[in-house]
């Protein structure tokens, strides 16, 4: 059997530099049809709830095909019917996308700077690449993929003007920052003021009453794992998301949990320390960043007046702390 390719190198992938001209044009084919279906799930993943931004999304999809259809007719026209089965990932230095859904669930800013960076880094590439070859032909073909790459962030740019002014784009910012609170910092929120102040209670008391670092730090995990398991299933059960547009309630339910957990581990961690005063006192300064800190995020996402914050906060964790001392030492 005959292959197309020379024997790999680097690892089973070949370097650009090796690359013959038909099989740098069937590299550029598939990377345009890859991204032009990658601009086709953004804008799928955002027609609901962002329709100006999926526009554009799709703008770009289609200026992306057109860009393949030109590629395959000079392709026939140069090699014929048969397009080389070689893609991104068979090339050593060619550049890399993400996996989409390590991108798609990060949010509208996250999805646009990851589309800029995909039309930056072709457009690097190939100029980079046209400079490294003395084939006349080849320097030529690269330089048009160049320039066809250079078109696409100025179409990005016209697509951008066209569907998202600045009232449009104010309004899907403030859409997915909205979002972003309900899904994520909410719940979570939610979950570091109960693992941060119910656990305080149990750990002191038992801290107090025996004195035993390492009996107060079990009871400090036990207590933290076993609430992040009830908020986050109590937090992913209780609203699927589909009437109060709160999101995923898997995505609710683990930044709930896990928060929780954190939120009693904080402060029962330092009780890994043998000595008791100075696990206890560590324990006390970390409970005190941790109050202060839920204070910051209320003040930074929920809007709630930092006096406010403070007194709930504050005041409350302070009361249960107190409880759980008095209660321990008796």
């Known amino acids: 059997m005959i292959s197309l390719f020379p024997l790999p190198r680097f690892g089973g992938k070949r370097r650009f530099d090796q690359l013959s001209e038909q099989e740098i044009l069937a590299l550029a084919i598939s990377a345009e049809e890859e991204d032009g279906r990658i601009y086709a799930l953004y804008a799928q993943k955002l027609q609901d709830a962002y329709p100006a931004s999926a526009a554009v999304f799709i703008g770009m999809a289609e200026e992306e095909n057109r860009h393949r259809h030109r590629l395959i007719e000079l392709y026939r026209k140069r090699f014929g019917e048969l397009i080389l089965p070689i893609r991104r990932e068979h090339v050593a230095d060619f550049y890399s996308r993400k996996p989409v859904w390590l991108v798609e669930n990060l949010g509208l800013e996250r999805i646009r700077e ?110 933290s794992i076993g ?68 204070v910051w995020i209320q003040n930074r996402y929920m809007e709630t007046p930092f006096a406010r914050a403070t007194f709930q906060v504050v005041l409350g964790g302070a009361l249960v702390l107190a409880a759980g001392i008095l209660i321990g030492g008796a």
């Open 114 to 223: 990851e589309a800029q960076a995909m039309e930056r880094q072709a457009h690097a590439f190939y100029v980079a690449a046209a400079g490294r070859t003395a084939d006349a032909e080849t320097r030529k073909l690269l330089g048009d993929l160049a320039a066809a790459e250079a078109g696409h962030v100025r179409k990005a740019g016209d697509l951008e003007a066209r569907h998202l002014d600045d009232d449009t784009r104010g309004e899907e910012d403030s859409a997915a920052r909205r979002q972003f609170i309900l899904t994520w910092v909410q719940p979570g929120l939610a979950g570091l003021m109960d693992g941060s102040v119910s656990t305080l209670a149990p750990i002191f008391a038992t801290a107090f009453a025996t004195q035993s670092t390492w009996t107060t730090f079990l009871v400090g995990l036990s207590a």
């Open 227 to 294: 609430a992040g398991i009830s908020m986050g299933f109590t937090e992913a059960a209780h609203d699927d998301g589909k009437l109060s547009g709160r999101g995923s309630p898997i995505k609710r339910g683990l930044a709930s949990g896990i928060m929780t957990t954190l939120g009693g581990l904080g402060h029962a961690l330092p009780y890994l320390i043998p000595e008791f005063w100075t696990a206890t006192v560590i324990a006390l300064i970390v409970v005190f960043i941790e109050l202060w800190a839920i």
